[in-house]
């Protein structure tokens, strides 16, 4: 049974950090790509960051670029996402979402998605 479950959301003050963690289970992890997307109210769904399945090659959206930094522990089957200096504009919705065979970040490559956690930037 495959499983795909986000952690470590929540509220945070503008400047402060979090980690979300996606834990996967039912497939193998170490033979996918994986991607995080977030959605804000009212927006569209865009792609933050990818690691592909060698963990060779990350990719980052322009607006988290320098902040954010993704990660995976094939031991574990977990993909992380460290997101520092947050701001306003980065509360969202976030998402995992995995793909054996698309590396990117377009979200009609991905086929397996967690449920997605709650990001809130506020002071």
């Known amino acids: 049974q495959v499983q795909v479950v986000e952690s470590g959301g929540g509220l945070v003050q503008p400047g402060g950090s979090l980690r979300l963690s996606c834990a996967a289970s039912g497939f193998k992890f170490e033979n996918y790509a994986i991607s995080w997307f977030r959605q804000a109210l009212g927006k569209e769904r865009e792609g933050v960051s990818c690691?592909?399945?060698?963990?060779?090659?990350?990719y980052y959206a322009v607006s988290v670029k320098g902040r954010f930094t993704i990660s995976r522990d094939n031991a574990k089957n977990t993909v992380y996402l460290q997101m520092n200096s947050l701001k306003s504009e980065d509360t969202a919705v976030y998402y995992c979402?995995?793909?054996?065979?698309?590396?990117?970040?377009?979200?009609?490559?991905?086929?397996?998605w967690g449920q997605g956690i709650q990001v809130t930037v506020s002071s």
């Open positions: 979402a995995f793909s054996p065979s698309y590396f990117g970040l377009a979200s009609r490559g991905y086929e397996l």
């Open positions: 690691i592909n399945s060698d963990d060779e090659v990350t």
